[in-house]
């Protein structure tokens, strides 16, 4: 016969539910001052505006990297260097929703008024 003891602490076990880790994409739809251009019958799904954010930031590195003086050759290859793979990660991000089926749709079915 196994007998346990009994836990005089409570929460020892912890049964409460975490709360879901916070995207920056969350960040950002918090600080919108027109709760509109987030609530609107089309949505974009998480991914392609992941991908816009990756592919901005890259073109933006790639452009600064080729302000930069010829001399500062190592900042200039690491800015291509990342530019390049801001851009390959916007890529998955834009190919994902149609490489794998059933993934969040782009058009609400139940409007918010």
């Known amino acids: ?3 346990s003891r ?10 409460q539910s975490k709360k879901p880790k916070r ?4 960040v950002i739809a918090d600080n919108v001052k027109n709760p509109r251009d ?9 991914g392609i505006f992941k991908a816009y954010i990756y592919l901005m930031a890259g073109s933006g ?3 600064i990297s ?17 530019g390049a793979l801001l851009g390959i990660v ?3 991000y834009f190919a994902k929703p149609f490489a794998i089926k059933g993934l969040s749709p782009t058009v609400k079915k139940d409007l918010q008024k």
């Open 90 to 92: 916007s890529a998955v």
């Open 61 to 63: 590195l790639l452009s």
């Open 1 to 3: 016969m196994n007998i």
């Open 66 to 82: 080729n302000f930069l003086p010829q001399n500062w050759k190592g900042t200039r290859t690491s800015l291509n260097v990342l």
């Open 23 to 26: 995207e920056f994409i969350d």
């Open 38 to 46: 987030v609530q609107d019958c089309v949505a974009v799904p998480r």
């Open 6 to 15: 009994i836990q005089t602490q409570p929460g020892f076990y912890n049964t």
